[in-house]
C-alpha cells in the first residue's frame, strides 16, 4: 500500500516575517501606513491615528486670529521631543527666534498621580509599605526613557533650550527669498529620509507659516507658488517626513484656492470666535472655554481607496485650564435649564406634543 501523501499548498502564510520596526513618533496603520503624531492627541484621534507619513497637509488661516499657530507649535514641539529634524520657514525676518514659543510637554499622569494629597497619604499608607518590592527607580528610569507618540502640551510653559538648540533644526526665511531657494531647501532636507520599503529609524516635519503672506516677495506669483506646492508634496510624498503649510485665503484668488485646497493630502481651516457672541453661546455648550473652531475639510488616503468617514467635521478648540488644547465636538445647548434634551433630539416622530406611545 502506497504510503499517504502530504497536502501541500504554494498559498501558505508566511508568519516568520515580523513587522519592520519604527523610530520613537511613529506608529503603524492599516493598509501599510505609517502615522506621524500632529502633536494634538484629539487630532490623531479625529485623522485616525495622525498624519501618515509622506503627505502634505495644509491649514486656512483665519485673518482674525492667529489660532493656526497653535497647531504649528504643537506639531513643531512633539516632533523636537522626538528627536526627529524640523525645517522651519516663515516671513519673519529670523525664523528662530520662534522656537523659543513653542509648549513644553506636560507632566504625565505617572508624574501626577505621585503628586497625592496629604489626606490620601494616610489612607494609602499601607500599600505605599509595599514600594520596595516593585523596584521603583528602575520603573522610573523605564518610564523616563519612554517616547510617547503624542504628548500634551503646556501652552504656558516653554521647551527647554537643549530641544531647540542642535543641528537637527533648518530655519529658512521667506520674506526676501525666492521659491528656487526654498525649494532647494526642501530638496535637501528631504534627501535624508528617503523612503524604503525596511525599518523607519527617523521622520521629518517640514513647517511652512503663511505661505502667501504680503511680507514674501513672491506672495503676487500664484502660479509660482502653485508649482511650489505641487513639487513640495511630490518630494514630500516619496519621503519618511510630513509636511505641513499655512496660508490666509483670502489673498488668493477663488480659483486659485480651490486649487491649493485640491493639491492637500489633509485640509484643515481654523476660525476664531467672536468676543460675546450671544447667539452662539445659547447654541452651544461650554462657550465660555472655547477660543475657535477646527474644520476638516479632507483626510489623507494613502494606500486605500475607502475614504474616511467621520464622526464630524466642525470642532471646538478649547484650552483646558488655560494650559493644554483640547478639541471637542460641538454640543448643542438645552432649550431651557430644566430639560436636558438638546435642539438636535425631540421627543416624538410626529408633530403631536403629547405624551406616550411614538405615533408614527
Given amino acids: 500500500m502506497a504510503a499517504a501523501k502530504t497536502r501541500t499548498s504554494t498559498f501558505s ?67 523636537l521631543v522626538l528627536g526627529q529634524h524640523l525645517l522651519y520657514s516663515s516671513p519673519a525676518r529670523d525664523p528662530r527666534g520662534f522656537l523659543g514659543t513653542l509648549p513644553s510637554p506636560a507632566a504625565s499622569k505617572d508624574d501626577k498621580s505621585r503628586e497625592r494629597d496629604p489626606d490620601q497619604e494616610k ?27 503624542s504628548n500634551e502640551f503646556d501652552l504656558r510653559k516653554p521647551l527647554e533650550r537643549h530641544f531647540i538648540n542642535g543641528p537637527r533644526i533648518d530655519c529658512v526665511s521667506i520674506q526676501d527669498s525666492d521659491l528656487s531657494t526654498l525649494r532647494d531647501r526642501c530638496a535637501t532636507f528631504l534627501s535624508q529620509f528617503p523612503r524604503n520599503d525596511g525599518s523607519i529609524s527617523c521622520a521629518g516635519r517640514i513647517a511652512i507659516q503663511s505661505f502667501c503672506a504680503p511680507q514674501c516677495a513672491y506672495s503676487n506669483m500664484e502660479w509660482d507658488m502653485l508649482s511650489f506646492i505641487r513639487s513640495l508634496k511630490s518630494m514630500v510624498r516619496s519621503s519618511n517626513s510630513v509636511a ?19 493639491m492637500a493630502d489633509t485640509l484643515l ?24 473652531f477646527l474644520n476638516v475639510h479632507k ?27 483640547v478639541l471637542e465636538c460641538l454640543n448643542q445647548a438645552p432649550v431651557d435649564g430644566s430639560s436636558g434634551t438638546s435642539y438636535g433630539t425631540s421627543g416624538g416622530c410626529s408633530s403631536s406634543s403629547k405624551t406616550g406611545n411614538l405615533d408614527f
Avoid at 485623522?47 to 486670529?65: I, N, R, Y
Avoid at 505641513?244 to 485640491?262: D, E, G, M
Avoid at 460675546?276 to 472655554?289: I, N, P, S, V
Fill in 299 to 325: 483626510v489623507a488616503r494613502i494606500n486605500t481607496q475607502v475614504p474616511v468617514i467621520l464622526e464630524a467635521t466642525t470642532f471646538s478648540i478649547k484650552l483646558q485650564k488655560r494650559r493644554y488644547l
Fill in 244 to 262: 505641513i503649510v499655512t496660508f490666509p485665503p483670502s489673498l488668493l484668488s477663488p480659483s486659485f484656492c480651490k486649487r491649493w485646497q485640491h
Fill in 269 to 292: 481651516s481654523v476660525k476664531a470666535i467672536q468676543d460675546e457672541d450671544k447667539e452662539l453661546a445659547q447654541l452651544l455648550t461650554g462657550y465660555q472655554d472655547m477660543v475657535g
Fill in 13 to 79: 502564510r508566511n508568519l516568520s516575517t515580523a513587522p519592520p520596526s519604527h523610530g520613537p513618533g511613529l506608529k503603524c496603520g492599516p493598509n501599510g501606513t505609517v502615522f506621524l503624531s500632529s502633536g494634538i492627541p484629539d487630532l490623531d484621534k479625529i485623522l485616525g491615528g495622525g498624519f501618515p507619513l509622506g503627505s502634505l497637509v495644509m491649514v486656512m488661516e483665519d485673518a482674525e486670529a492667529p489660532h493656526h499657530m497653535l497647531l504649528l507649535r504643537n506639531f513643531m514641539a512633539q516632533g
Fill in 123 to 149: 489612607g494609602l499608607r499601607i500599600a505605599w509599605q509595599y514600594k520596595k518590592y516593585f523596584g521603583e527607580n528602575q520603573l522610573d528610569g523605564q518610564r523616563d526613557g519612554k517616547h510617547e507618540y
